[in-house]
């Protein structure tokens, strides 16, 4: 499975919780979000500690890369969602998750197969021209078209260029991008 369930897992994060986000009060989400990044922690502590957890087990050893902190990405996932929703509000951290999951998860599947050639790193024009269409395409169901395409084409920026962990970034750079442009627009 390696790469591809890995980003499969990615792209359902973001999207399914962006859709649990909306469905939620502000309260509400402000509790699954955190319930999640301290469920994450306490999973990777025991990962880390040699415990090993049923069934989740089996499913990090098939999505978590060799040598990697487990869980890292949850976690990062979690903790850009929860500072989004504390600064931006429920519908900028729907927007921000469905980019980074959509965009990364895209970007690294096209780019793994049919990157040729490199920006930064190992990220590849190819994957980051195909993640940002794909989190557009998919955005463009939350926010005006327009939006979600500067929203997606910043996002890819940010997703190829930017040294740390993307899983934060990306969706910080979404919600500052999109409120940026809601000034005056009044879409939110």
Known sequence: MGETFRQTVHLLM????AAVILRLDDRWAFIFVSAALVLQ???CDAFTRGYDVPVLSRVMDESERTGKVPLKGGIAYAAGALFCLAVFGR?????????V??????????????????????????GTVAGAVAAALALSFLIPWWAAAVVAGVAGVIEACFPLDDNVAVQ?????????????????
Do not use: I, P, Q
């Not at 519908?91 to 980019?99: D, M, Q, S």
């Not at 999109?178 to 627009?185: D, H, R, S």
């Open 14 to 17: 973001g999207v399914l919780g």
């Open 91 to 99: 519908e900028y951290t729907a927007v921000g998750l469905v980019t």
């Open 172 to 188: 910080v750079g979404a919600c500052v991008t999109l409120a940026l442009m809601a000034v005056g627009t009044g879409f939110f």
């Open 101 to 126: 999951g959509v965009l990364d998860s895209v970007a690294t599947v096209v780019g793994l197969r049919f990157g040729r050639h490199t920006l930064v790193g190992s990220k590849s024009l190819e």
């Open 41 to 43: 922690f306490l999973v």
